[in-house]
């Protein structure tokens, strides 16, 4: 058996709001081998997109055991966290989340800014052009996120998880604000991602959407069903 | 190494980009620093300016010289001084400071002399003095024509003086070297002219300074022709001096100098305090300790616009990390550290005050151009007037952009990634 990409055993999230405990995530476990495409799905408030930020880092969760291609995460502070997430994930969000005052290349540029390999700017710029190529906005590179249609965002949004080649492509609903042609171009882009051997995980609540995926996740109320 | 300066430089094109979108409202934040820096410049300059002018005063004196000045007594010390046989400062205190201190190079002794010069208008004042012939060298006087007298001179009592610049000017052709010029009805040869000597007239001056141009000198002993008949009544008034200049061998004994010709003078005037003694190296000491502290404070209060531009940058800085939540939760999300938040708000807050220092010393500079100009007072940009107040600048920068910048690193990346 190979190696887990991601190992996530009995994660429980509770939120505190006021004297109220709201238990977001019940002792989830779930295993993600490299070169999947798992899509998670479920009602919105069911704990999918909690369980995408505690699997990219950005939330910590109660209690459990995390361990991203064999490594225990929950121990690490904040600077190797932030370190994880901008040499081995990518993140794509519904609401695309590009730097407005950047253009497309700086989009696509910023994680480089702030992953410790040693990439010179000459090498950074050649590995995000190369990005913005594989999502097709090459004659884009100067223009500004407002002056790019959804499905463009969309795609330097792509563009900029797939620079920094992430062992992970984290996308949450990354096909909510778009119509669906546009929504079907974005899910034939991570298909050929995923066909090129890109781990990818996404998080839906759009049954249509999730049929793109090779393995499809429930979840109900926080737990797996 | 080259890609972290390469990461810094990435930071202050970033910083200098968001300053720039926002033309109006970091030109306005960036006033109050400007304000703040332009005060701590003029006040600095005017500070250093006063100060200068102090010191260059007091080094007209001569730091190697100990001045001694008779001073006049009122009726009932008189009284005392007779008592206990002081007859004031007379030229034997010359011989027994000479005799009883080891650092002395030379004393001259003057004397002031009230008579008329014949020919010199009344807009010009001159003084009269009558002094020994080391004079010229322990003050650093030189004749421009002729020579100043000799030693011979003085004991010969020959009838000769040197004259200064606008006496020589009033007097005309008569005052010319080997001319004549009658002082209070005796004739005078004039053997040498003072060159023009640089004199500021001050009111407010702590330090009065003699100015040269208008003096004349006659070898000691020759005062005695002037005396009238009134005052000649006791021998001592014949042999009292004005002042004594002691000029010590090395600068690092005035001070032990002035001690040791205190305990003498002290002891031969039997405690009377006729005379005063001046140290110009202590009072520029003292000066300079006076004005650093008035330096200090001109520059504190300057420094409090400083701190109200600051507060409104905070404010400015505030606002922008609460405008740009969503961008700092992207910025996280692909990787920033809260370190690098907080570099990166730090670096456009100390951006932003510093080149509010730049403009305000290049206004700074401007203002107390015309401040010079139209006050007249003697002002000085030393690198410290412009050091300080771009250094503060920065260290404003950084004291106010901490809070900002530390509350944008201290958000939650998600909840900031969500912000409307």
């Known amino acids: 058996m190979s190696l887990n990409l991601i190992e996530l055993n009995e994660i429980d999230k509770e939120y505190r709001i006021g004297e109220n405990k709201l238990h977001v995530l019940r002792r989830v476990t779930l295993h993600i081998k490299s070169g999947e495409f798992v899509c998670v799905t479920g009602p919105s408030g069911s704990g999918k997109s909690t369980l995408l930020h505690i699997i990219g880092c950005l939330d910590r969760p109660t209690a459990g055991d995390y361990l991203l291609d064999g490594v225990n995460v929950l121990n690490a502070g904040d600077e190797s966290l932030s370190r994880l997430r901008s040499n081995s994930l990518g993140f794509v969000f519904q609401t695309f989340n590009l730097i407005s005052f950047l253009t497309l290349l700086e989009n696509v540029e910023l994680p480089f800014l702030y992953s410790d390999s040693n990439i010179d700017k000459k090498h950074a710029r050649q590995k995000a052009l190369s990005a913005i190529k594989r999502v097709g906005l090459s004659d884009r590179i100067t223009h500004r996120p407002f002056q790019l249609s959804g499905g463009e965002m969309q795609r330097t949004a792509i563009a900029r998880a797939i620079a920094i080649n992430p062992k992970l492509i984290l996308a949450d609903e990354p096909t909510g604000n778009l119509d669906s042609k546009t929504g079907k171009n974005i899910l034939d882009i991570l298909k050929k991602l995923h066909a090129d051997g890109t781990t990818i995980m996404m998080v839906t609540h759009d049954m249509q959407v999730a049929s793109a995926a090779q393995k499809t996740i429930q979840i109900q109320d926080g737990s797996i069903c | 190494m080259l890609k972290k300066l390469n990461k810094y430089f990435q930071v202050a094109n970033i910083a200098t980009r968001c300053i720039l979108m926002h033309k109006l409202r970091s030109a306005l934040s960036l006033c109050g620093v400007m304000c703040g820096v332009m005060a701590v410049l003029t006040m600095v300059a005017i500070g250093e300016g006063a100060k200068e002018e102090l010191i260059s005063r007091i080094e007209q004196l001569g730091t190697k010289n100990i001045y001694i000045k008779a001073s006049p007594l009122t009726k009932a010390r008189e009284h005392d001084a007779i008592e206990k046989l002081s007859r004031g400062l007379t030229i034997y205190d010359r011989g027994r400071i000479k005799a009883g201190c080891v650092y002395v190079k030379d004393i001259v002794c003057v004397k002031d002399v009230k008579a008329d010069i014949f020919g010199v208008s009344s807009d010009v004042s001159p003084r009269i003095m009558a002094c020994t012939s080391e004079y010229a060298a322990v003050q650093g006087l030189q004749p421009v024509l002729g020579r100043f007298f000799k030693p011979s001179d003085v004991s010969a009592g020959e009838m000769v003086c040197v004259i200064g610049d606008s006496i020589a000017d009033r007097i005309g052709a008569d005052g010319n070297v080997g001319g004549h010029i009658q002082i209070g009805g005796h004739v005078f040869k004039v053997i040498g002219h003072l060159g023009r000597v640089e004199w500021n007239p001050d009111k407010n001056a702590v330090i009065s300074v003699k100015n040269y141009n208008e003096m004349v000198f006659i070898p000691l002993g020759l005062d005695r022709l002037f005396i009238n008949e009134a005052s000649a009544g006791s021998i001592s008034r014949l042999d009292t001096l004005t002042e004594m200049v002691v000029a010590v061998k090395d600068i690092k004994h005035v001070f032990d100098a002035g001690d040791i010709i205190k305990r003498v003078l002290e002891v031969t005037h039997n405690g009377v305090n006729?005379?005063?003694?001046?140290?110009?190296?202590?009072?520029?000491?003292?000066?300079?300790?006076?004005?650093?502290?008035?330096?200090?404070?001109?520059?504190?209060?300057?420094?409090?616009s400083l701190l109200v531009g600051g507060i409104g940058i905070m404010n400015i800085m505030l606002a922008t990390v609460s405008e740009r939540t969503r961008e700092i939760g992207i910025r996280r999300a692909v990787g920033a550290t809260k370190n690098d938040i907080i570099i990166q708000f730090l670096a456009e807050?100390?951006?932003?005050?510093?080149?509010?220092?730049?403009?305000?010393?290049?206004?700074?500079?401007?203002?107390v151009f015309f401040i010079s100009i139209f006050a007249s007072w003697p002002i000085m940009i030393t690198t410290w007037a412009i050091l300080l107040p771009l250094i503060l600048s920065v260290i404003i920068g950084i004291f106010f952009g901490l809070f900002p910048a530390v509350k944008a690193s201290a958000m939650d990346p998600i909840t900031a990634l969500r912000y409307e």
């Open chain 2, 349 to 367: 807050t100390i951006l932003l005050t510093f080149s509010g220092g730049i403009i305000g010393v290049v206004f700074g500079v401007i203002v």
């Open chain 2, 274 to 304: 006729d005379y005063q003694v001046v140290i110009p190296e202590e009072l520029l000491m003292e000066a300079r300790k006076t004005q650093k502290t008035f330096n200090m404070v001109l520059a504190a209060i300057g420094s409090i």
